[in-house]
């Protein structure tokens, strides 16, 4: 009986030492699809807790990724008097956060060792800021717009994936995306 107890007593030492990181194959991965995983470090990192915080707290945390986009929209205007061409740019930013389904990761005695992200949720929201002129203004009434000179550009950031808590988003560190499929 003594020997089942040292021997049981050895195993979980040895468990929880190993339990408390994630696997080592285990890395922050977002892929296209909202799907991945989150290692409790990076999200520990992330919020600037200890575990004895994120496993208290795991419950109560929320995912998701907010992606940048920059269309770049350029025209150019012409004073008839003197045939000066101006040329002029706006930038539209938008920004989409989108909500992500996520489940704790354990181990079989309730360690969270990470996180389970399962795919877009449906919640979500965007935002639309102007940064310059209006599109195809010219600086005052003596100037004209010049026909088809208007041209655009789209450049699209990667997904951030942030960690929220009490309201707050906080970038966690992610591998480049992975497509699906």
Do not use: Y
Request: glycine letters at 8%; a negative charge.
């Amino acid at each position: 009986m003594h020997k089942v107890i040292v021997v049981l007593a050895a195993l979980a030492a040895a468990g929880v030492s190993i339990g408390l990181a994630a696997p080592a194959w285990a890395a922050t991965q977002l892929h296209e699809d909202g799907t991945g995983f989150v290692t409790a470090t990076d999200a520990r990192a992330a919020l600037g807790w200890d575990d004895e915080t994120l496993q208290a707290n795991a419950a109560s945390l929320e995912f998701v990724a907010e992606t940048e986009s920059v269309t770049e929209i350029s025209w150019e205007c012409v004073q008839p008097g003197t045939a000066e061409v101006l040329t002029r740019r706006t930038d539209l930013v938008i920004t989409e956060t989108r909500g992500i389904a996520s489940t704790p990761s354990t181990l079989w005695w309730r360690t969270v060792v990470g996180f389970r992200l399962e795919g877009f949720d449906g919640r979500g929201a965007s935002s639309a800021v102007p940064e310059g002129p209006a599109p195809h203004s010219c600086p005052d009434p003596s100037w004209v717009l010049v026909p088809e000179s208007s041209r655009s550009a789209e450049q699209k950031g990667e997904p951030v994936l942030a960690v929220v808590h009490a309201g707050v988003q906080h970038p966690v560190p992610v591998a480049l995306p992975v497509p699906v499929g």
